[in-house]
């Protein structure tokens, strides 16, 4: 037998749709060790019409191939909330690299300017910003929306499986997931000129994601690696048509107190053809109070960590990965002056 590590499983959802306990508890077994091992797994067997899967994928290469001055209009600087477009370079995910080569475009939640998230400056909370100039402008909205709905009800179900992995009741995130935000990020890494330099040059830098659980549909072009510790190799993760890489964030990994994993993944695109990925990152209600999971710390033991809000725990790992990608900005355009920032503790830094 090898002692090659694998990239996360396959892991088959529906019996969590379905009536057969034992199944459901392998399910269950499966996740858990999972969540112990990386944080990382994959599924398929959920409830998202692939056809729908598909749409978004259309919509998301038409979008990026819109002229720059038509992404630009809907830039996410027009916002303070995060919606819109990113050019690429805007972030810095890894110490140390250029900015990742990719560009997207943040969608969230419909809401108006009078909604109280928006009102109270709720965690990446406002009304979305949409491109009208554009033949596919209201498929590209509508099916946008009808994907971000399906991407909540696919969370809550993870959730409900992750719950159980902890020996709690499937509906024990409920109260985490009413009104709860999340953020639909549409990807496009261009290819890496094949001379790049490999030290330097990343289509996401290695990171860990921000919030409770990240369920990222892959295009059919590879990229994708997670780190594997034990071994201390990046792992590819193939692209599988209809699959969600399913994976813990920072969040969760806290919350856990440390139990189960948040883990470092990349992408480099050196394929030669461009590719298209959509996470979907559920943060939970913003004003959900993080605080030590029952069943994650020996009896007696202190939590490690002191109760953080959601908005307060995710919304500083935003202003920090941008505001690198900025620094690092003005340091080379402006070069007598200030010298490059050391990236020192962006490694760990997520999405
Ligand atoms: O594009 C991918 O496959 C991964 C994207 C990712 O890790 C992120 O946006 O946090
Ligand atoms: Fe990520």
Same mark, same amino acid.
């Given at each position: 037998?090898?002692?090659?590590?694998?990239?996360?499983?396959?892991?088959?959802?529906?019996?969590?749709?379905?009536?057969?306990?034992?199944?459901?508890?392998?399910?269950?077994?499966?996740?858990?060790?999972?969540?112990?091992?990386?944080?990382?797994?994959?599924?398929?067997?959920?409830?998202?019409?692939?056809?729908?899967?598909?749409?978004?994928?259309?919509?998301?290469?038409?979008?990026?191939?819109? $002229?720059?001055?038509?992404?630009?209009?809907?830039? +996410?600087?027009?916002?303070?909330?995060?919606?819109?477009?990113?050019? !690429?370079?805007?972030?810095?995910?890894?110490?140390?690299?250029?900015?990742?080569?990719?560009?997207?475009?943040?969608?969230?939640?419909?809401?108006?300017?009078?909604?109280?998230?928006?009102?109270?400056?709720?965690?990446?909370?406002?009304?979305?910003?949409?491109?009208?100039?554009?033949?596919?402008?209201?498929?590209?909205?509508?099916?946008?929306?009808?994907?971000?709905?399906?991407?909540?009800?696919?969370?809550?179900?993870?959730?409900?499986?992750?719950?159980?992995?902890?020996?709690?009741?499937?509906?024990?995130?409920?109260?985490?997931?009413?009104?709860?935000?999340?953020?639909?990020?549409?990807?496009?890494?261009? $290819?890496?000129?094949?001379?790049?330099?490999?030290?330097?040059?990343?289509?996401?830098?290695?990171?860990?994601?921000?919030?409770?659980?990240?369920?990222?549909?892959?295009?059919?072009?590879?990229?994708?690696?997670?780190?594997?510790?034990?071994?201390?190799?990046?792992?590819?993760?193939?692209?599988?048509?209809?699959?969600?890489?399913?994976?813990?964030?920072?969040?969760?990994?806290?919350?856990?107190?440390?139990?189960?994993?948040?883990?470092?993944?990349?992408?480099?695109?050196?394929?030669?053809?461009?590719?298209?990925?959509? $996470?979907?990152?559920?943060?939970?209600?913003?004003?959900?109070? !993080?605080?030590?999971?029952?069943?994650?710390?020996?009896?007696?033991?202190?939590?490690?960590?002191?109760?953080?809000?959601?908005?307060?725990? !995710?919304?500083?790992?935003?202003?920090?990965?941008?505001? +690198?990608?900025?620094?690092?900005?003005?340091?080379?355009?402006?070069?007598?002056?200030?010298?490059?920032?050391?990236?020192?503790?962006?490694?760990?830094?997520?999405?």
């Amino acid at each position: 037998m090898s002692s090659k590590a694998e990239a996360p499983p396959i892991l088959d959802f529906s019996p969590f749709y379905g009536g057969d306990e034992v199944a459901k508890a392998a399910l269950v077994d499966q996740v858990r060790r999972c969540c112990l091992h990386n944080g990382f797994f994959q599924i398929v067997g959920h409830r998202v019409p692939q056809s729908l899967q598909q749409d978004v994928l259309r919509c998301v290469q038409s979008f990026f191939s819109l $002229p720059q001055e038509e992404k630009d209009k809907v830039h +996410k600087d027009n916002t303070t909330w995060n919606r819109g477009y990113e050019s !690429i370079g805007s972030q810095i995910l890894e110490a140390g690299t250029n900015p990742d080569l990719k560009e997207g475009f943040y969608i969230g939640e419909e809401i108006d300017k009078d909604h109280p998230y928006f009102v109270q400056k709720k965690l990446n909370s406002g009304p979305n910003q949409w491109p009208d100039n554009f033949h596919d402008a209201d498929l590209f909205r509508e099916t946008s929306q009808a994907y971000y709905t399906e991407m909540h009800a696919l969370a809550r179900d993870v959730l409900a499986v992750i719950a159980q992995t902890l020996d709690l009741g499937e509906r024990y995130f409920d109260k985490f997931t009413t009104g709860a935000v999340a953020t639909l990020r549409y990807l496009h890494y261009p $290819p890496q000129p094949s001379d790049s330099d490999e030290k330097l040059s990343r289509g996401i830098g290695a990171h860990t994601d921000f919030g409770s659980v990240t369920l990222l549909m892959q295009g059919e072009t590879k990229g994708l690696q997670v780190w594997e510790k034990a071994t201390e190799e990046w792992l590819d993760v193939e692209p599988v048509r209809g699959a969600y890489v399913v994976n813990l964030g920072n969040m969760f990994m806290r919350w856990s107190n440390d139990l189960y994993r948040s883990n470092l993944h990349r992408v480099i695109n050196l394929t030669g053809t461009e590719r298209y990925s959509v $996470p979907f990152f559920y943060s939970g209600n913003p004003d959900y109070s !993080i605080e030590c999971l029952p069943n994650c710390r020996a009896e007696g033991a202190a939590a490690k960590y002191a109760p953080i809000t959601v908005s307060e725990c !995710i919304g500083q790992s935003y202003r920090d990965s941008y505001g +690198k990608a900025s620094a690092f900005k003005k340091a080379v355009t402006s070069p007598p002056a200030v010298p490059v920032p050391s990236m020192t503790g962006a490694q760990k830094i997520a999405v």
